[in-house]
């Protein structure tokens, strides 16, 4: 595989060459976890696959919240771009809102530019004011916000005090940190300083969890509650897909936090464990034994006898319901190769899915996970700030004395950390793969062409920019951000979803005609007489 690595590299400038080759690891048998350089900036004109920190803050981690107005200050194309196009669904709680279909934008004009748009956004937050009298609103800088100077924490505060709701200022601007992944270390900030902690609510039930870093695409919290629930948990707030302000005002009255997502969420578990003694654990609920084992890993941290039996029960009655069609589908599926390349957890968290039903990944990678979600979170303190990174706030928080509690002693999270050992950290994606995969940070369009040329996987699992790319070279290839429109995929039922889905795919009869049968079969036949007869 590294001489393969290194055929794909010699085609790059030196200069290029030297970047990548540091983004690019193979996994071998060695108990060193190789280092990978990751979260760095983008290659210019390599066609990356990345987006930028308005999209990682306001398009992944604010946006799913359903009850608020979420005004996006800017030029209309941050906006439009971002309509509806991330499947975080969502549904209105008893007689509450939920302004998920609309987008709401300043449309910055070239005036607002010369003479600042501040103006046009308090007029913005006015008008959503008296059309839908919303419980809180937030406003995303794009692009030019930064750069003319416009103040929107200052407008937020106004609005605040004019208006008697809270208003949400989030500097997302697109051009901060290398990707995504700013956007989301802002986002959490934000929750952290002005949302979490706020509410008052009471909780009579003894197992309340917050599900972080989960946001429903095709309904996928959804499928994740049902089963918790059914156990059952009590889900005081979700992060946020499916969320609402009110529930995540009141996030810090859980007993445990789940991490789904680790890169876009990390920050606000860590920080709460801080604040509030609320203890976090790495989940997985993508894959039939991912899913099991988050269930018993939750139950040990509990360790109620009630609860684990409980646990217990509903793996069976969950397992036996699925079972025939697991056996079905990995019948057709099994033996196949898969490349994985999504934004920053799901290349992880889908080998477990397909190993289920013998899909072995040859090839994984993210757009923007940090060097933790490749090697585990041993090596953060290894980690070293660039200038791109350094413009993020780290933020210090401090135990709230007021509402500190003691969930976890010091003595049994040791005991336990044995026992569960995602209980506060994160192993990280390399630990997890079969040697001589392929490891690849920042994938580009020419790496994706060439490694599928060479390695000629049976499927490939990536976003919308490169699907249609895939197709064409006689590759099925699977959108693991949108579910290709499908999903859920989290869970027991959601694993057979997905399995349901890449068969269809893969077996389409179409894939039967991407070669015409003029470059595979003879075009006249005929046959040569002796000499002196006839042709
Ligand atoms: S990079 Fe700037 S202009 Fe482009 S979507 Fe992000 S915020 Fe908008």
Known sequence: MKKIVDKVLEKYPAKTFKTRKKHIIVKDDSYEIPQIEANTRTIPGIITNRGCCYAGCKGVVVGPIKDMVHIVHGPIGCSYYAWGTRRNKAKAEDGEDNFIQYCFS?????????????????????????????KAISISATCPVGLIGDDINAVAAEAEKEYGIQVLAFNCEGYKGVSQSAGHHIANNNFIKNVIGKGERKYDKKWNINLLGEYNIGGDTWEIERILKKIGYNVVATLTGDGSIENIRNAHK????????????????????????????????????????????????YDDPELTKRTEEVIAEEV?????????????????????YVGGSRSHHYQNLLATFGVETVLSGYEFAHR?????????????????????????????????????????????????????????????????????????????????????????????KDKYAVQKMGVMSKQLHSYDYSGPYAGFKGAVIFAKDVLAGVYTPGWRYVTPPWKTEPLIEGTIEKEGAAC
């Open 106 to 134: 300043t449309d910055m004009q070239e005036s607002d530019i010369v003479f600042g748009g501040e103006k046009k956004l308090r007029q913005a937050i006015k008008e959503a004011m008296d059309l839908f009298n919303p």
């Open 254 to 301: 859980a007993n445990l936090n789940l991490v789904q997502c680790h890169r876009s969420i990390n920050y606000i578990a860590e920080m709460i464990e801080t604040k509030y003694g609320i203890p976090w654990v790495k989940v997985n609920f993508i894959g039939i034994d991912a899913t099991i084992q988050t269930l018993r890993d939750m139950a040990k941290i």
């Open 320 to 340: 036996a319901a699925i079972e025939g069609e697991l056996v079905y589908l990995k019948q057709r599926l099994e033996g196949k190769t898969a490349f994985l």
């Open 372 to 464: 933790d979600d490749y090697e585990g979170r041993d090596v953060i303190p290894t980690i070293k700030p660039d200038a791109d990174s350094k413009n993020i706030e780290e933020l210090k928080v401090e135990k709230d004395e007021e509402n500190y509690r003691i969930i976890l002693s010091e003595e049994r999270y040791e005991k336990l950390k044995k026992d569960v050992p995602s209980l506060g950290n994160y192993a990280g994606l390399i630990k997890e793969s079969k040697n001589n995969n392929i490891i690849i940070d920042d994938l580009n369009h020419y790496e994706t062409e060439t490694f599928i040329k060479v390695l000629k996987p049976d499927m490939f699992f990536s976003g919308i």
